[in-house]
């Protein structure tokens, strides 16, 4: 037996690992791989992305007024000022007198013509603003009775805080025994 081992004879020759070569190379390709998709992500869909959800945001904005708008409106005539009655007055019998009113026509600097457009952040908080003022607030009269200490109650909670510390003592003293 002694025969086979040389001792102090040059080490063997290393063989070329093509496993290894071959892996790297896999994770090599991958993580390139990768980077290409990160790069198609970041530089095209990304952005489309970003574009669908402002326009998304801006028909919703768009709506939320509409609906604002509507809800004021109806608002309006549930809930209608109050006024004083109408009461009726005697007129004069009229008389026709011809008063001739000159008209001069002076240019303003306000376009006429176009309808205004209102900021729909403003009409929106304009809304909310109307809501809270018709609204009554809610107002709380319990606290919920939830969790475990409320069906346990707070005396379970010590008694089973005390069972895993017992526990944990049990196990520890059983891991200490020496093995007989």
């Known amino acids: 037996m002694a025969e086979d081992f040389e001792i102090g004879g040059p080490p063997p020759e290393e063989s070329s690992n093509r496993t290894f070569v071959m892996a790297a190379a896999g994770i090599g390709g991958l993580l390139v791989l990768s980077m290409i998709c990160l790069a198609v992500y970041a530089l095209i869909l990304a952005p489309r992305q970003r574009q669908a959800a402002v326009n998304r945001a801006t028909e919703i ?41 000159p008209v001069v026509v002076v240019p303003s600097a306000t376009p006429t013509g176009t309808a205004a457009t209102l900021d729909p952040a403003a009409v929106t908080a304009a809304f909310l603003a109307t809501q809270r003022a018709l609204t009554p607030s809610p107002t709380v009269t319990a606290l919920p009775t939830t969790g475990f200490a409320d069906e346990g109650g707070f005396p379970m909670l010590i008694a089973l805080g005390a069972v895993l510390i017992l526990v944990a003592i049990v196990a520890r003293g059983m891991r200490m025994r020496p093995a007989s």
């Open 61 to 101: 904005a768009l709506e939320n007024t509409q609906v604002a708008q509507a809800i004021t409106q109806t608002a309006g005539a549930l809930f209608p000022s109050a006024t004083s009655p109408a009461t009726h007055t005697a007129t004069p019998s009229p008389t026709a007198t011809r008063t001739p009113t």
